[in-house]
């Protein structure tokens, strides 16, 4: 049997993209940092998302039916900081400039890529909700260098003299 620790120590190895995402809904907008994220399909266009069924907005989620996945770009480290500490709902959003796409969910305006979504599917396994998302819509930034997370750190990548 694999110990967690050892699972988590393992996994801080797996370099994975930072991302914010949000949702909105009548009790209002919400967000976290995730890096369990990942494409399922292009036929039809599908994200798979990772939350923690322990997160105080998690229920929100999943009452909203909506979300979007914003890919932080290098220079965004505050974003996935502010969205992954304790602030209000409300505060977390008071930092970076947001807009909407075809959902309403908040897209960062700024962020390398954002993926619209509607919630298609969610399957419970463990401490975790998975979503299966449909993405009804993409924005795309001309930021040219991502973020990532690498052995408990956060990393640019890309080239920053391509545009």
């Known amino acids: 049997m694999v110990e967690a620790t050892d699972f988590r120590n393992a996994m801080s190895l797996l370099t994975g993209a930072v991302n914010v995402v949000t949702t909105v809904g009548e009790s209002g907008r919400y967000g976290f940092t995730a890096s369990a994220v990942c494409s399922v399909t292009d036929a039809p266009p599908t994200l798979l998302v990772c939350m923690n069924k322990s997160a105080s907005s998690h229920a929100h989620f999943i009452a909203n039916k909506v979300l979007t996945v914003n890919v932080l770009s290098a220079h965004h480290q505050h974003i996935s900081t502010v969205f992954s500490s304790k602030m209000s709902p409300e505060e977390r959003f008071e930092f970076g400039n947001w ?56 990393h640019p990548v890309g080239n920053p003299e391509i545009a």
């Open 99 to 154: 807009t909407t796409l075809a959902t309403g969910a908040p897209v960062l305006e700024d962020a390398l890529v954002s993926f619209d979504c509607k919630i298609e599917h969610i399957q419970e396994v463990g401490t975790h909700a998975i979503f299966i998302c449909q993405i009804v819509a993409i924005g795309q930034s001309e930021h040219n260098q991502g973020l990532v997370y690498f052995n408990r750190a956060y």
